[in-house]
């Protein structure tokens, strides 16, 4: 589980603040689309946790100059902070994850051969 502390003083410290709060629907938002399509025994507490840490950083990078709405920019970071998440719950890599997908799915017969007799 990933912890984020905000350690900014002064003004900066109330925008950061006032960012998070008026954009939390977008943690809530990210984490039931993300849920809906993983298994039910990942704990949606821990994809919170993470999409709030996701949410803090972004609330604390966030630079008005680069011309990015903020709610893009805390979506995006919010996303990539609850796949990490799950990511770190895979007991394999997602090159193995790849291999075991396609050592699963039954060969393609359309290349083989092509004149539709089997090969002597």
Known sequence: MTTVTLSV???AALDEEQLIREHLFLVHRTVVQTAARIP?????????????AGLAHAARHYDPQRGVPFDRYAATRIRGAVLDELRGFDWASRPVRTKARNLARPPDRAGAGGSGRPDP
Do not use: I, K, Q, W
């Open 9 to 11: 003083t002064g003004t």
């Open 40 to 52: 039910s025994h990942v704990s949606r507490d821990d994809l919170l946790s993470a999409g709030m």
